[in-house]
């Protein structure tokens, strides 16, 4: 049974982006493992405090920031009262991002220059996403993309704001061997999923795995806090979206941590219920209970992921493969379970073999056919 938090958080209010990510080759050994390392980010060197909670038994007490977030709809400048980290941008109309810009502001209150928004992330059909990086900005002002509507932004820190103690597990969470950090370890913070009124704003719903898919996020290369981008990705799917969690069910950052994504419980793995059933994610539009999104952090247009990045999605998708006892090199026909829609893709696909957008990159599609190869290798 899930219960909510004390005090949840939900800001209702004009809904924003989404996702993307990545993937790929080398072969691993099963059960290769990839130590994770924990940080708690702290606020001008600012350390846990002294009264924190007892941890419990298996725990220990971290701190992570709470994000802090505004929402504005239009062109109309933007000014925060925290520096931002973030912008997510959204639209509708058109999933094309011609004609789109941001200009950032600095602390001093120097305009920056206009640059284009990109159009390489992950897209619905009818209107655009993107998470753009801002280097602690104190505001923006944006021109809408050619053709868009309801143009939408989210400005966002996920780094200085106030602490929030966490419980998380004293030793390295592991998925069949395969390391990974749990939601608590990356600074998840659990109020998002829930209403004003207390309830799951999407409760979760299990059902059988079919496929996986892999994303990019386009968000930037060598990012020096991949911690903090999966907390942007989270509230800007939680409530930017309004889906109530983030969109895939695990990530992958260019050091080749491995992220648990959608929460699915306390009684299964990652991503899964007891009964070894897939938690119904949101990184498919129309495609998504069966089907299983891993996001890799950055942009893999022009470049491909990092090694260490493709050794543990190899690694992850092996796991997958083994566990649930398919072939990495099939074609399979996906039913939706929910309205019976089907469509006939590689068991391990693109975003892009389901709709319109660029995820996950030029680059990472074209590195997909290597990670079937790898990931049905015997290690």
């Known amino acids: 049974m899930t219960v909510p938090p004390t005090s949840p958080r939900h800001r209702a209010a004009n809904r924003i982006a989404r996702r993307s990510v990545i993937g790929a080759a080398t072969a691993v050994a099963a059960g290769a493992v990839i130590a994770p390392t924990v940080m708690a ?8 405090s002294a009264d924190a909670p007892a941890a419990k038994p298996g725990t220990t007490t971290e701190t992570f920031p709470e994000t802090r977030a505004k929402e504005a709809t239009g062109e109309a400048p933007v000014e925060a009262a925290f520096p931002i980290g973030y912008v997510g941008v959204r639209w509708e109309g058109t ?3 011609t004609g789109g ?21 992950c897209s619905d059909a009818n209107g655009g996403a993107l998470l753009v990086p801002a280097g602690q900005a104190s505001g923006y002002e944006l021109k809408a993309p050619e053709g868009s509507t309801a143009l939408r932004s989210l400005a966002l820190d996920t780094t200085r704001g106030p602490r929030r ?8 969470t592991r998925m069949r061997g395969l390391a990974y950090l749990s939601r608590p370890a990356w600074g998840a913070d659990e109020s998002l999923r829930f209403k004003p009124d207390g309830t799951e704003n999407t409760p ?7 496929t996986i898919t892999v994303h990019h996020t386009a968000t930037a290369n060598a990012d020096a806090d991949p911690a903090a981008t999966v907390r942007g990705i989270y509230e800007l799917h939680a409530i930017g979206n309004d889906w109530g969690d983030i969109g895939y069910h695990f990530l992958i950052d260019e050091a080749g941590t491995v992220y648990e994504g959608r929460y699915s419980g306390d009684d299964g793995l990652p991503a899964h ?8 994610a949101f990184h ?5 209970s069966g089907n299983l999104g891993i996001a890799l952090l950055g942009n893999l247009m022009e470049q491909g992921p990092t090694d260490e990045a493709r050794r543990s999605l190899t690694a992850l998708v092996r796991v997958l493969v083994r566990l649930h006892g398919v072939d990495p090199g099939a074609t399979v026909t996906y039913t939706n379970p929910i309205n019976g829609t089907v469509k006939e893709v590689d068991e391990i696909s693109g975003h892009r073999d389901w709709l319109a957008t660029e995820c996950p990159g030029d680059v990472m599609y074209e590195e997909l056919a290597l ?3 790898a990931a049905a290798r015997r290690g």
């Open 41 to 48: 980010a702290t606020d001008d060197g600012e350390s846990a």
């Open 95 to 97: 999933s094309k991002a």
């Open 101 to 121: 810009a941001i200009r950032l502001r600095d602390a001093d209150g120097e305009q920056g220059e206009w640059q284009a928004l990109s159009a390489d992330g």
């Open 165 to 172: 103690k966490v419980a998380v597990p004293a030793d390295t």
């Open 204 to 210: 979760t719903a299990y059902y059988p795995f079919q």
């Open 273 to 280: 219920d007891a009964d070894g059933k897939l938690v119904t």
């Open 284 to 288: 498919a539009a129309g495609f998504n």
């Open 371 to 373: 990670l079937r190869e």
